[in-house]
């Protein structure tokens, strides 16, 4: 049997000892068909370890925020009942014993079906649900799962009941509690693939977070667990999980692998860590990456100390692809030697859902759906973020609108209610749209699909005019004269949307002619040129409070206002009090594109 979760810590987390081995796999021949001589008596065996990532709690292939089936410009599907499928016909392919199943974290967070389970109807409350993520994963058969950023989102209690809840373990070799500095979940599992050649293979996974959770997460983990870097904790297991008698390592590894971080230098341990772990850290054989939502059906890197190559993989994002490693091992020399391993990817938009699995959470996602549909007030316009990126537009108006009546209100009464307040917000889906009239939770939950929550953070003038360079870095530096194509304007340099910040309260021009760093010109407040010494209190959500994106001066500036409601259901409360979205009252254009003090978009507007 894998290691029990439940008893883990008091019994090896410290020394890593008395890991139970799983009894498994009887196998394929060993022997390779046609060899002569001493070739014929050589001991051979072949398994695959299948992995996804960043599941983000799609079960189905379906889309809440649209109330459709998901769809997006390649035709994906997403969603565990695809994965299902893909995993049974490898099963039958390969021989269910011959096959291993993980993930590499990210997988309570990111729908309306997994919000529901931790919010509306919480698996932590008394005689809850079973979260419809651990019962899919449970019924597809999951040997192991890493931890990853977003399940710390709900916090500690939701997580705890959730692995709970799940009948294998979740990983983490860096995710260490706060006083005792012991794992605060099961760094690996290990089992044992028996072979017909007597001689069982030891297979072990070794688990790793990402550090960010410690900035992005402090709220829930503060003073309770801390979480250092993927290739020190990846050098203390691996050499103890070797002289445990794992012949095969496989790390999974909710971390890019760019070696670059979004949180600058607020922690010293690197984000995207996976291909340094493979380089400098010998002894693995395979990193199944996530966290960077990016297809890599198979990267190669060379351990710097051993000259092999380690096998990287990370499948696409949602249940979009399942990566299989196939590995090769000889017996040789009085133990098991790793003699191949090759990675690809399988596409799960290429099968059909399991309807197993469908059948299996069918009430759960009917719940959902209805729940997400209901009608919670009315809009006097219709709004879009189509052109948010790169145009002022009325639904981030409607955001930022929010969020400073929210924290106006909030500050009322205290040493700061004098103060102006700004307020910032992303486009975090080009998609998402309020209508005309009668509008549903599920199309203001499509406003923000993370699980943010709202501060206040109190910035200078010079502050705010660094804070917007930097977000102007957004766009892709453009000379005057000849038109703009806004397909090529945005994301420069790989930036997300979700890390282009508007901010609302101030007026200012974008001049896209001019390199990154020195873009923001007319920078004012009620018409007149900002003091770099006044004093503004910016709405903020608690990603960009607490490094996230790495934008400048927010992370430390006094805080001087916060709230554990997720910002989406602040805007739901909001609209749901108010009963009207009258967007007159916030509409307006704060903010343009420029070349050389001409406009861009001449006709731009608040509207749409």
Known sequence: MPLNRRTFLGRSAATGAGVALAGGAAAAPAEAQGHQGPERNRKRYAFTVMGTTDLHGNVFNWDYFTDAEFDDKAHNDVGLAKISTLVEQVRKEKGRRNTLLIDAGDTIQGTQLSYYYAKVDPITGANGPVHPMAQAMNAIGYDAAALGNHEFNYGIPVLRKFEEQCDFPLLGANALDAKTLRPAFPPYWMTRLRTPCGRGVKVAVLGLTNPGIAIWDKANVQGKMTFPGLEEQAAKWVP???????????????????????????????????????????????????????????????????GREVVLSEPLKWGQRLTLFDVEVEWDRGRWQVTSVSATVLNSGTVEEDPRIVGLLGDEHKKVVGYVNQVIGTCSAAMAATEAPYQDASIIDFINHVQAETVKAALAGTAYAALPVLSQASCFSRTAAIPAGEVTIRQVAGLYPFENTLEARVLTGAQLKDYLEFSARYYVQTAAGGDVDPGKLTNAAGTPDYNYDAVSGVTYEIDIAKPAGSRIDGLSFEGKPIDPKAQFVLAVNNYRASGGGNFPHVASAQQVWSNSEEIRNTIIGWVKARGTIDVSRFASVDWKLTRDGTPVFPAAGAGA
């Open 240 to 306: 103890r999980l070797r002289s445990m008698g794992a012949d095969v390592v496989i790390v999974s590894a909710h971390s890019g692998t760019s070696g670059t971080s979004s949180y600058g230098d607020q922690v010293p341990y690197v984000e995207n860590a996976a291909a340094l772990v493979a380089e400098r850290v010998p002894g693995i054989d395979a990193i199944l990456v996530g966290h960077a939502h990016v297809e890599i059906p198979e990267s190669r890197v060379v351990n710097k100390e051993t």
